[in-house]
């Protein structure tokens, strides 16, 4: 991320807005502190939509009703346990 002063932005907007957009976030400070970030539209829109619950993200998934998943018939080992 680049880092640019109030100052520097303001003269230079256009060239902030194209770095954001071809390299990502962009930082303004004021007296060397974070002040705000400019982002490209798209990633604007990208960290705005609604979060999916777990049901609707697990469902987006590929579909995987062609893969061919093959277990064994034989029983799981059994593990012995001593609890001291």
């Known amino acids: 991320?680049?880092?640019?002063?109030?100052?520097?932005?303001?003269?230079?907007?256009?060239?902030?807005?194209?770095h954001a957009h071809t390299d990502g976030p962009q930082i303004v400070t004021r007296h060397g502190e974070e002040i705000a970030v400019v982002i490209d539209?798209?990633?604007?829109?990208r960290l705005r939509t609604?979060?999916?619950?777990?049901?609707?993200?697990?469902?987006?998934g590929p579909d995987l009703s062609e893969l061919e998943i093959h277990r064994s018939d034989e029983p799981a080992p059994t593990v012995?346990?001593?609890l001291g």
Do not use: G, N
């Open 41 to 45: 539209i798209e990633e604007y829109r």
């Open 50 to 60: 609604a979060p999916q619950d777990l049901k609707e993200f697990l469902r987006s």
């Open 80 to 82: 012995d346990l001593e």
């Open 1 to 18: 991320m680049s880092s640019w002063q109030v100052q520097e932005a303001k003269q230079r907007f256009s060239e902030v807005l194209r």
